[in-house]
């Protein structure tokens, strides 16, 4: 069965340093893996996915994502965090060998203070 | 573009009244999941189609959800009888075909059950 686990129910970090929320997950085969974001009354915004290729994949807003097969992780991350990037951060895994089901994470809400 | 859009965006019903939640995908895209999100939770699935046809419904929690998508555009996720527990916001995304593409979510309907 897929599942994905986002350990951390919130991050803290101050604004100019590197932020990293963490997501692992578990499929039977080949997982495309995605990351969405979910601001205050808007609805959920694709950022980045892993299809297949290299290994470190980079998306919107100067986000990058690292997928690592041994580990089954795929953490997001970004050199220097923006206040502006406070929200609500899901990360999600698909099936690639024919499934449909995506499965989402709990989210893990970003604190990016001044 | 025109983006996902869903209808109404709230809605109140009380325990045991029926309710119909509207989704308008982006024209052309082929594919169209239903996702419910509790307070506090990612989204879950419920179902999937491609065009009209309903090819995964694993996760509708029971026999008063129904979802249809009759001509492979608008799709109407309908809960008969509604419960307490169905108290929570349905969100709708479409994407094109290829199973590694992104998903694009609309605003979400808020339900909620007195």
Request: positive net charge; proline residues 6%.
């Amino acid at each position: 069965a897929q599942s994905v686990a986002q350990p951390e129910d919130q991050v803290n970090v101050a604004e100019g340093n590197p932020l990293t929320v963490k997501c692992t997950y578990s499929v039977s085969g080949n997982p495309y893996l995605f990351w969405y974001v979910q601001y205050p009354n808007r609805g959920l915004q694709f950022l980045l996915k892993y299809i297949t290729g290299d290994n470190l994949v980079k998306g919107s807003y100067g986000f990058e994502a690292e997928f690592n097969k041994s580990q089954t992780s795929f953490h997001l991350k970004k050199p220097s965090a923006l206040v502006s990037d406070s929200a609500l951060y899901f990360c999600a895994v698909r099936d690639g060998t024919g499934g449909f089901k995506t499965i989402f994470g709990a989210g893990t809400r970003l604190f990016v203070k001044a | 573009g025109a983006g996902v859009s869903q209808s109404p965006r709230y809605k109140v019903a009380k325990r045991g009244q029926d309710v119909a939640l509207r989704c308008d995908p982006i024209s052309g895209h082929v594919s169209l999941f239903w996702y419910q999100q509790a307070l506090g939770q990612g989204p879950e699935f419920l179902t999937y189609f491609q065009n009209e046809a309903q090819l995964d419904k694993s996760g509708l929690p029971s026999d008063r959800f129904f979802a249809e998508r009759p001509e492979g555009s608008v799709s109407t996720l309908k809960i008969q009888r509604t419960q307490q527990e169905d108290s929570a916001v349905y969100l709708c995304a479409s994407s094109p075909r290829q199973p590694s593409y992104e998903q694009y979510f609309g605003p979400g309907t808020r339900l909620t059950v007195t």
